[in-house]
């Protein structure tokens, strides 16, 4: 069964400095999404991603995060200059169809801001 | 900040019990509902969904209810086995025109099943 990858599983940074997570969604989807999940509090929204655009961001989502399709296969996130409450994990998912339609998840990647 | 220590609903049965978990959602305009299923150190699993034209949806050993009036969305799991122990999240969305909208997730209930 396809499924949703993202690497790495866990990665550890110190404040100030740059990551990238990166994912790569089930190849025959077209809508990419990002989410984070603080340790024991729901999953937020983060970004949604449709032919090569952001759709829709939260207010999470500021100045120093971006997201990259760039080439077939992975969908990436970047955070620019990481601050401790970025520490979550991120989840990205991606869905065959739009709007009204099952996204599925992949494992996660927990990032770790010291 | 307020969501700092969120403490989870729990919910414990007997294994071959029926569980049922409970969400209320806030926004009247979502048009599409999902449960979705998390186990530790995984990513959310899609369990079953329903859209707001229906108000009960039968999947494998699972049942979605949804009221519109009251704005609950409950999801019945039936004989529930040990590997039903998770966190359960309900999530609404709505959609339109073909644009991917985004989930907006509850704060989860947290299943466990006693053998």
């Known amino acids: 069964e396809p499924e949703v990858t993202q690497t790495p599983s866990h990665q550890v940074t110190q404040m100030g400095q740059e990551v990238i997570l990166r994912c790569v969604p089930i190849?025959?989807?077209?809508?990419f999404y990002w989410y984070r999940q603080i340790l024991g509090q729901k999953v937020e929204f983060l970004v949604s991603?449709?032919?090569?655009?952001?759709?829709?961001k939260s207010e999470i989502f500021d100045d120093q995060f971006s997201v990259e399709r760039p080439d077939g296969s992975n969908f990436t996130l970047k955070i620019r200059s990481t601050k401790l409450e970025d520490s979550a994990m991120y989840f990205c998912?991606?869905?065959?169809?739009?709007?009204?339609?099952?996204?599925?998840f992949g494992p996660g990647t927990r990032l770790t801001v010291t | 900040g307020e969501n700092v220590g969120l403490h989870l609903p729990t919910l414990s049965v007997q294994e071959g019990d029926n569980s049922i978990i409970n969400c209320a959602y806030s926004n009247s305009a979502s048009d599409y509902f999902i449960w979705y299923k998390q186990e530790s150190g995984k990513g959310p699993q899609f369990i079953i969904d329903?859209?707001?034209?229906?108000d009960k949806r039968q999947g494998q050993r699972v049942t979605v209810l949804l009221n519109k009036t009251v704005k609950h969305l409950s999801l019945q799991i039936a004989a529930t086995q040990p590997g039903d122990s998770a966190v359960y999240f309900c999530a609404e969305s709505r959609g339109s025109g073909g644009s991917n909208y985004k989930l907006t997730f509850g704060k989860g209930t947290l299943l466990t099943v006693n053998p």
């Open positions: 998912a991606s869905s065959e169809a739009g709007g009204l339609g099952e996204q599925y």
């Open positions: 190849s025959n989807h077209l809508y």
């Open positions: 991603f449709y032919n090569n655009e952001i759709s829709e």
């Open positions: 329903i859209r707001s034209n229906m």
